[in-house]
């Protein structure tokens, strides 16, 4: 059994430390082919790192590195030609100094091999002349990788004056991919977004944006067949020490930590991070969504009034699906970028896309982390989610609503925006917590039912109302029959009219019937 990466990026080392290597060369060998600028946008930890050292590796000629893998019955020349590496992870990037200082130190790691211009001062001249230093010793063309381009940007989400000065620099330096065009072979650009407004884009030739592309929609990430090919006996091992059958160790690893579309018919694949690790440690937890918290979502919220339940089945128009230069008005690509939303469907006809949480893993976590944000007290109180399942799990409505009134009072009011979406948006926080089926403005014959919870013996049906009676929301139920869908149902039923207060933040009363 070859060794499981985890966080391993260089290919040479997952080759040469004899870790397992799910075989992606002959996309590699693809691209490779093709004398194009690629932009190629994937979410965190989602393997861009390892796509670029493995373009590295192959057009830095090391043949032996590629022995058994798949391009190794493609390529016959394995030619070797400079290659220009540019990685933006390892910086913080806290101003404009920090960006050009870690653009210099790479750029002279370079200049090392190729030479230093003194007459260049500028970073974009010294790419500028590296380039053409490196084409002019060699007699090749230069391959140039930029690794997390957009790092600088999103470190500065929320501090819009510096982040403008941040784009005009890189705005110059990626300049130079359009001014050296001509000596560039082949360009590979990875990033967890795409700002539109960066020249990167608006530019440079012939940019092929692969994002989205069906052809190249697995280029990072595991998909179900490679699972089986490289990983069987490590499911086998994980199904063992969990006490369940291979099969069902298969299903819930597809439950976890699968979901992820890049295109409307691509294959299902796997977030790659989340799925060693659990291998590794044979056990079903959050690990991908452990490394990065989605602070962003929780600015957004601040300025925007969110609505939550938009986040299990929202459209998004195909030409903002790729750009979030505006995410303070709309954050759904960026969540779609960032991963914590993926497509779900497609209708051609009007070219928008209907997005949701891909797996069971997001669906949990981030729910949990806007909880934990709104109310900092929600781990250390009465109040955690496991006693909210309780109550409802042996039909004890009042003490759901009294603790939930409790809840309530503790809350952070820098989020609390819009009255009515913020008691919406706490309704399914909980629900989407306690891992029952619930519904939010479900659509009726005769008008919209608020929420519906199941459980194995009980169905829940929820009208709420702002600052109005209790017993109003519960007449709605009752005039508008939206218990009407369950009443063959062998369950017990209860119907319950809840009334919120805009003045206190709190649950003014609740009925029930």
């Given at each position: 059994m070859k060794k499981i990466p985890i966080g391993i990026q260089a290919f040479s080392s997952l080759i040469e430390g004899d870790f397992i290597y799910l075989d992606k060369t002959d996309i590699i060998y693809k691209i490779a082919q093709t004398k194009a600028c690629y932009f190629l946008s994937r979410p965190r930890r989602f393997g861009k790192s390892l796509t670029l050292s493995t373009l590295h590796e192959y057009f830095d000629g090391q043949k032996e590195l590629f022995a058994g893998l798949k391009i190794e019955k493609l390529e016959t020349k394995w030619e070797k030609y400079p290659v220009l590496h540019f990685d933006f992870n390892t910086s913080t990037y806290n101003s404009?100094?920090?960006?050009?200082?870690?653009?210099?130190?790479?750029?002279?790691?370079?200049?090392?091999?190729?030479?230093?211009?003194?007459?260049?001062?500028?970073?974009?001249?010294?790419?500028?002349?590296?380039?053409?230093?490196?084409?002019?010793?060699?007699?090749?063309?230069?391959?140039?990788?930029?690794?997390?381009?957009?790092?600088?940007?999103?470190?500065?989400?929320?501090?819009?004056?510096?982040?403008?000065?941040?784009?005009?620099?890189?705005?110059?330096?990626?300049?130079?991919?359009?001014?050296?065009?001509?000596?560039?072979?082949?360009?590979?650009?990875?990033?967890?977004?795409?700002?539109?407004?960066?020249?990167?884009?608006?530019?440079?030739?012939?940019?092929?944006?692969?994002?989205?592309?069906?052809?190249?929609?697995?280029?990072?990430?595991?998909?179900?067949?490679?699972?089986?090919?490289?990983?069987?006996?490590?499911?086998?091992?994980?199904?063992?020490?969990?006490?369940?059958?291979?099969?069902?160790?298969?299903?819930?690893?597809?439950?976890?930590?699968?979901?992820?579309?890049?295109?409307?018919?691509?294959?299902?694949?796997?977030?790659?991070?989340?799925?060693?690790?659990?291998?590794?440690?044979?056990?079903?937890?959050?690990?991908?969504?452990?490394?990065?918290?989605?602070?962003?979502?929780?600015?957004?919220?601040?300025?925007?009034?969110?609505?939550?339940?938009?986040?299990?089945?929202?459209?998004?128009?195909?030409?903002?699906?790729?750009?979030?230069?505006?995410?303070?008005?709309?954050?759904?690509?960026?969540?779609?970028?960032?991963?914590y939303l993926t497509i779900k469907g497609y209708d051609k006809l009007f070219d928008t896309y209907t997005l949701g949480m891909p797996n069971k893993e997001v669906g949990e976590a981030l729910p949990k982390f806007i909880l934990n944000f709104i109310y900092p007290k929600t781990r250390q109180s009465a109040f955690s989610v496991a006693n909210f399942a309780r109550d409802v799990i042996k039909g004890d409505i009042d003490g759901f609503m009294k603790r939930l009134s409790t809840l309530l009072a503790d809350s952070n009011y820098e989020i609390v925006g819009d009255a009515e979406k913020y008691f919406q948006n706490v309704f399914y926080l909980i629900f989407k917590l306690l891992g029952f089926y619930a519904e939010v403005e479900r659509n009726t014959s005769d008008g919209r039912m608020d929420a519906v919870v199941k459980t194995p013996q009980y169905i829940y049906v929820f009208e709420f109302k702002l600052d109005k009676p209790a017993q109003e929301a519960l007449d709605q139920i009752n005039s508008k029959e939206y218990a009407l869908p369950f009443a063959a149902d062998g369950r017990t039923l209860y119907k319950v009219g809840v009334s919120f207060s805009s003045e206190t933040r709190k649950v003014a009363e609740w009925v029930k019937g």
């Open positions: 404009v100094k920090d960006l050009q200082s870690r653009i210099g130190y790479m750029l002279s790691q370079h200049e090392k091999i190729y030479g230093k211009d003194d007459a260049a001062k500028q970073n974009s001249e010294r790419f500028e002349s590296l380039v053409n230093a490196a084409v002019q010793q060699t007699g090749k063309h230069v391959v140039i990788l930029v690794d997390e381009y957009d790092k600088p940007l999103l470190n500065n989400l929320s501090n819009p004056d510096l982040q403008d000065k941040i784009r005009a620099e890189l705005k110059a330096f990626y300049g130079v991919l359009k001014t050296c065009d001509k000596h560039i072979k082949m360009a590979f650009i990875t990033g967890v977004t795409k700002f539109s407004k960066v020249s990167l884009f608006s530019d440079v030739n012939n940019l092929k944006d692969i994002s989205n592309n069906l052809e190249y929609s697995t280029i990072c990430g595991a998909t179900e067949k490679e699972i089986h090919e490289y990983l069987d006996c490590y499911v086998d091992a994980m199904a063992e020490y969990n006490e369940i059958s291979k099969e069902e160790c298969y299903k819930e690893l597809k439950k976890w930590y699968e979901g992820y579309h890049f295109h409307p018919n691509a294959e299902d694949t796997y977030n790659p991070f989340g799925l060693m690790r659990a291998l590794d440690d044979k056990e079903f937890k959050e690990y991908w969504f452990e490394t990065g918290t989605p602070t962003f979502l929780v600015e957004t919220m601040r300025n925007r009034d969110m609505n939550l339940c938009e986040l299990d089945s929202v459209e998004c128009e195909s030409d903002e699906l790729s750009k979030i230069d505006n995410f303070e008005d709309n954050p759904i690509p960026l969540l779609y970028q960032s991963g």
